[in-house]
């Protein structure tokens, strides 16, 4: 069936460096949405890529969506202790059910 | 307020027992979904309804049992046939089930064995 693999599975940077998550997809996507979940939380919806190539902005962090509709990533400039928790990667199949990626779980120090 | 309401928040199951996780929503979805998230993992669907009176399997359907009788209700049986019930059960919704929209979640049942 279809997978959406995502990498690292963790992520600890120093507060104030970057970091990224990347989500690839072994079929091609109709759209692709990010989810942030807290620790003990649930997961909150972050934005949705529809277009080949789309990238879309929200303060800092980064969303960009691959020419082929395969794969995606997740970018943050200038890491907060408010950005701790694992983000996720979501996939529509054909069926249009969500495939989930296995998360990125961020620790920030401060 | 409008959102998703999941209870309990913790449930524990005997063995040979079934339990009912409750997922209520006054968002006027038509769509609504569960999903089993074990530790360090991603969520993995077990089933999803996109209208009253009727739901589809999911990936991991095998000993669990839903029903939609009501539009904002959706709940989920965890059946004595489910050998490793442990884990976090988060129930979703949609406004509409063509997979273009956000899903919201709701705060999550623990489930253990005792």
């Known amino acids: 069936g279809q997978q959406v693999m995502q990498i690292p599975q963790y992520q600890h940077v120093q507060e104030g460096e970057d970091f990224t998550t990347y989500c690839n997809s072994s079929?091609?996507?109709?759209?692709i949405q990010w989810y942030k979940q807290r620790p003990g939380g649930h997961p909150v919806f972050l934005i949705q890529?529809?277009?080949?190539?789309e990238v879309k902005k929200q303060k800092r962090l980064t969303f960009q969506f691959g020419e082929a509709k395969k794969n995606s990533s997740l970018h943050i400039t200038a890491t907060q202790t408010t950005d701790v928790g694992t983000y996720f990667c979501?996939?529509?199949?054909?069926?249009?059910?969500?495939?989930f990626g296995s998360g990125t779980r961020l620790l920030v120090r401060p | 307020d409008g959102g998703i309401t999941q209870s309990p928040k913790y449930l524990f199951r005997k063995e040979g027992q079934n339990v009912t996780l409750s997922c209520e929503q006054n968002?006027?979805?038509?769509?609504m979904y569960w999903y089993r998230q074990d530790p360090g993992q991603g969520l993995r669907l077990i089933y999803y309804?996109?209208?009253?009176?009727?739901?589809q399997k999911g990936d991991i359907a095998e000993g669990y049992s839903v029903s939609r009788e009501k539009k904002e209700s959706f709940p989920l049986t965890v059946t004595s046939a489910q050998k490793n019930p442990t884990a976090f059960y988060l129930c979703?919704?949609?406004?509409?089930?063509?997979?273009?929209?956000?899903?919201?979640f709701g705060d999550g049942t623990r489930l253990s064995i005792l």
């Open positions: 979703a919704s949609t406004a509409t089930g063509n997979g273009n929209q956000p899903q919201h």
């Open positions: 079929t091609t996507l109709s759209n």
């Open positions: 890529l529809v277009k080949s190539g």
């Open positions: 979501a996939g529509m199949d054909s069926s249009y059910k969500l495939i």
């Open positions: 968002l006027n979805h038509d769509a």
């Open positions: 309804s996109q209208i009253v009176n009727d739901f």
